[in-house]
């Protein structure tokens, strides 16, 4: 760690490190991890902040929760996202995702983890899962890579395989909103083994990115039937409106 840290600005000059968007030369984020260039820092679409408390919308009467909430509530205790889903943040997450650039899971993480204002020690941080041949195939859960940075940046305790998928269920790209919700029924699980720490918990479910709402659903009811209290939802891009992405 020293030595890495003493050699650093040496490293940086031969191999300088590059934004992982657009490939220009840029200053290393801390430790080494990769950084945006300014120009991708401003492609990405961040939500402003005062908008409802449990969906982010904005609120019009400067109230804490929105109209839609208050009739029909949702069935988390917030959401907090990153991004809004764009053209950067959809590159930065296949890159994660797909490219295998799992260096860029501590800039995503820490970009998450600023917005979750409140989540301490007190605070379980479980990630969606993935069922056991995708996970073989990939290597690794991404929502799991952004989980451990999450808990390392709050305090929160870390329970990666919290949840399980009992079955392995067709990718949701291109299914309606009511297609994915039904492919989804008893997909879902919490772990036998760790079921006994959720009970009166809190928890921070982590995804990369929130679509329709139908994974992390089927993720909180599983939750909820073991006696979680608050579930929040993290994801670093979230997709607004009624546009289903493929990804
Ligand atoms: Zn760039
Ligand atoms: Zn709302």
Redesign the pocket.
Known sequence: MGLRNAFAPVIDLIFPPRCPLCGVATVSFGGGAPALCAGCWGQLDMPGGG???????P?RDGGE??????VSP?PHDGIAAATHYNAASRELVLALKYGGRIALAPLLGQLMAERLQGVDANWLVVPVPLHRWRLWRRGFNQSALLAGHIAEATGAGLLVDGLVRRRHTPSLSGLAREKRAQVLIGAIAVNRRVAARFAGAQVLLVDDVLTSGATSNACIAALRSVGVEKVRIACFARVVGAQLPHI
Do not use: K, R, T, Y
């Open positions: 908008g409802c408390s449990l969906c982010q919308a609120v929760i929105c109209a839609p909430c208050h949702p």
